[in-house]
Nanobody, 128 residues
Framework: QVQLVESGGGLVQAGGSLRLSCAAS????????MAWFRQAPGKEREFVAV????????YYADSVKGRFAISRDNGKNTAYLQINSLKPEDTAVYYC?????????????????????WGQGTQVTVSS
């Protein structure tokens, strides 16, 4: 497993942008599929975006498609989530997750149980 630390959250006005980072420890980062989930107050944790460990394929929740972009830099052991055109409903704690050799199934959204390592989360608050 890898240890994950998120950063980059904050308070931003609607329409603004943020880039979240997820720094991983260890030497197996490149063998992990990386995902972002989020949890808003009083709601279940939901899938946001995933990038496969091999080939770099990506998959997004419909609610963020076209606004969010997930990427990774294996040389820096870091995954990123670029979030643009932020809306108040994007307010949540954003969590980074890693799954060893995880490649997503494009017909079904990834589940929390698919990932064995989680970060502590970073708060994103969008004001209207």
């Amino acid at each position: 497993q890898v240890q994950l630390v998120e950063s980059g959250g904050g308070l931003v006005q609607a329409g603004g942008s943020l880039r979240l980072s997820c720094a991983a420890s260890g030497r197996t980062f490149s063998k992990h599929g990386m995902a972002w989930f989020r949890q808003a107050p009083g709601k279940e944790r939901e899938f946001v975006a995933v990038i496969a460990w091999s080939g770099g394929g990506t998959y997004y929740a419909d609610s963020v498609k076209g606004r969010f972009a997930i990427s990774r830099d294996n040389g820096k052991n870091t995954a990123y989530l670029q979030i643009n055109s932020l809306k108040p409903e994007d307010t949540a704690v954003y969590y980074c997750a890693a799954g060893l050799y995880y490649n997503f199934n494009p017909t079904a959204a990834p589940q929390s149980a698919d990932f064995g390592s989680w970060g502590q989360g970073t708060q994103v608050t969008v004001s209207s």
